[in-house]
């Protein structure tokens, strides 16, 4: 005899309001954390983002969850940036304007990471996550701008990406942003 089939269950895309609270959720969560660090409580988050406790552990069941969400979607906004700046500017401003966002990507890492590392131990998928979104990213610009003849040919995205790396993540001043915008404006300088 033939067991009857289980009717397969079709994944439903999250509403719209769900998806606007969870966006919003993250994108408070990542202000509260860069004021207050990352011990800023679950509630204060709800609150400031103007929806209750039960809603936040619907979409960020644990504080890891949110860490997580808030530095993925970092990493995925930094991606996508590339492509919109290119359709906007030429490929040398669009690199430009990309280490820009990069450096206020950096700064996140610099808050998020360490919190994520010493609740959990193992962020290796999710920074090896980030560094492919990234360096494709990277890659793209500086392919357009070296087709462009914008930069020198032998420039390599991984160069640029360790100097800024570099300098913000062991900048730990107040003025660590304004001096590596400086550094940018140095480093596309060098690079014609």
Do not use: C
Not at 34 to 53: F, H, K, N, P, T
Not at 117 to 145: E, H, K, P
Not at 148 to 156: A, E, P, S
């Amino acid at each position: 005899m033939e067991r009857p089939k289980k009717a397969l269950k079709t994944v439903r895309k999250p509403r719209a309001d769900a998806q606007r609270n969870r966006r919003r959720l993250a994108d408070v969560a990542k202000v509260a954390f860069a004021e207050q660090g990352a011990d800023v409580s679950l509630e204060e988050i709800a609150r400031r983002a103007g929806v209750g406790i039960g809603t936040l552990y619907r979409h960020f069941p644990t504080r890891n969850a949110i860490l997580e969400a808030i530095y993925r979607q970092e990493a995925e906004q930094l991606g996508a940036a590339a492509t919109a700046l290119l359709e906007k500017k030429t490929p040398v401003e669009a690199l430009r304007a990309w280490m820009r966002l990069f450096v206020d990507y950096i700064g996140t890492k610099k808050l998020i990471l360490p919190a994520l590392s010493a609740s959990t131990g193992d962020t290796s998928a999710l920074t090896a996550y980030s560094s492919a979104q990234i360096m494709t990213a990277a890659n793209l610009l500086v392919t357009r701008a070296v087709e462009n003849g914008d930069i020198k040919r032998d420039v390599q995205a991984l160069d640029l990406m360790y100097a800024l790396y570099g300098f913000a993540n062991t900048d730990n001043r107040p003025d660590m942003t304004s001096r590596a915008l400086r550094l940018i404006d140095i480093l596309i300088a060098g690079l014609s």
